[in-house]
């Protein structure tokens, strides 16, 4: 029996390194955000939603200009726009930075958009003990009044990211700090504009997450700029398990999947193109596309999401599908084996304890093939009524044995297959396969 160990599962893939460089265009200069990735946990804890929100004034501001207001030394040494009508105007695709001087306090800066044009900001602190966020305000020049049009409020040591899909004029922002200051490290502001960006824009940030609510969904969008983060919310109402792919053609972009809890918390990164489960309790979740190192406009992923409703125990194969003319299930002397050449579709239907097919489940096959003794392995899911068909590429045989068939003699290896399901190992009603080599009179 091949051992479960060597079914090497494609979970929890992680990622080396510390600290990732958005890129923006070459033209523009890159800064470091901030994230470390760890690879996604098999189960997540519960946790209880944080009863401390954040207070985060969401009003509108009435641009009055502040004339008696004078500039003190502080202004002087840390910046004076600590106010709206003070905004410094910043350009796109460059990085300002500036100094918050004591908590509570404000700098706003401002920035004009000339199309419809997807703006993006993006704001991180200069230390990890000090909490500021950040919001995004279009100024209706009919009234003077700065309305707030997105925000994002995370904790301390995260950076915050928004977006908006703007309309010409000019828009007001502001990094605020929620907790502490800093006169040391300096944050760190940018924004960006992108002209082209996918239909569920705005979505950088859990506030402006897609609610998917409980259901499987496919969800198909591009990254449209560096610092582009595409986020969705799920909601389980009991404990589930959940699968993962994001599928990403592009031989340009590489993208990430996070998994965070409702405290923002990470619970793990998966590649793209493999496929991923976590156990996760009742409660409500995100998760976050994005691409830690270069992007592709032209070319969408595609976020697959759906829960598996049992654990699986056993798999009944219906037919092993075979190129090189190979077919059918045989004897040739050693009992009856599907037989298989290089490239095969292993095809069937996976059951739980109690019988039922799973939907939704991950199957993973593996076989042993004698030349080189190569292992290998592929996954995938199941329909909705627990049927799978996995395709693989297990190479060439090298004739070990053979049968005198009337008109040839046919040479063949006897190789080990064998399934698991996530970690565990899954019954089957066949152990070995008739690798075909090659046949002669
Ligand atoms: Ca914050
Ligand atoms: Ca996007
Ligand atoms: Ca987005």
Do not use: C
Request: charge should be negative.
């Amino acid at each position: 029996m091949l051992a479960i160990t060597t079914l090497a599962l494609s979970i929890g893939i992680s990622i080396s390194g510390s600290a990732v460089y958005a890129q923006s265009s070459s033209s523009t200069p890159s800064f470091v955000k901030p994230q470390q990735f760890q690879p996604l946990v098999d189960t997540a804890q519960s946790v209880t939603e944080s009863s401390v929100k954040k207070d985060v004034s969401t009003e509108d501001i009435s641009l009055t200009p502040q004339a008696s207001r004078s500039l003190t030394a502080t202004d002087d040494t840390y910046g004076g726009n600590t106010s709206p009508d003070q905004a410094i105007t910043i350009s796109s695709n460059t990085i300002t930075e500036g100094y918050i001087a004591q908590q509570g306090e404000s700098r706003w800066y401002k920035t004009s958009v000339s199309s419809n044009f997807k703006l993006t900001a993006y704001m991180a602190a200069g230390s990890t003990s000090t909490d500021y966020d950040l919001a995004l305000y279009r100024l209706n020049s009919t009234n003077s009044t700065l309305e707030q049009v997105s925000l994002s409020t995370k904790g301390a040591g995260q950076y915050e990211l928004l977006s908006y899909v703007a309309t010409p004029g000019t828009y007001y922002i502001s990094v605020t700090s929620y907790q502490g200051a800093d006169t040391n490290n300096p944050f760190t502001l940018f924004t960006t504009q992108s002209d082209s960006y996918d239909q569920n824009e705005p979505d950088d940030n859990p506030w402006f997450a897609k609610d998917r609510g409980s259901v499987p969904f496919i969800s198909q969008q591009n990254i449209d700029n560096a610092l582009d983060e595409d986020w969705n919310k799920i909601t389980l109402n009991a404990q589930s398990k959940v699968n993962l792919r994001l599928n990403n053609p592009s031989a340009n972009g590489t993208y990430m999947l996070q998994v965070w809890n409702a405290n923002l918390q990470s619970l793990g990164t998966l590649n793209q193109n493999a496929d991923g489960q976590i156990v996760l309790p009742a409660g409500s979740y995100y998760l976050q596309v994005m691409a830690p190192s270069n992007f592709d406009l032209s070319t969408p992923y595609t976020l697959s999401v759906n829960y598996q409703n049992a654990a699986i125990t056993r798999v009944a194969i219906n037919e092993v599908v075979s190129d090189r003319g190979v077919q059918g299930f045989t004897d040739y002397g050693y009992g009856k084996k599907w037989r298989a050449g290089y490239n095969i579709t292993v095809k069937g239907r996976a059951f739980d304890a109690t019988g039922n097919p799973v939907a939704n489940g991950l199957v993973t096959v593996g076989v042993k093939v004698q030349l080189n003794n190569k292992i290998i392995t592929e996954v995938g899911t199941t329909d909705s009524m627990g049927y799978f068909a996995i395709p693989m590429n297990i190479g060439p045989a090298i004739g070990q044995y053979s049968f005198s068939a009337p008109a040839s003699t046919h040479y063949f290896d006897i190789i080990q297959i064998a399934f698991g399901s996530g970690t565990n190992t899954v019954q089957s009603d066949i152990s070995s396969l008739y690798h075909f080599a090659y046949s002669s009179r």
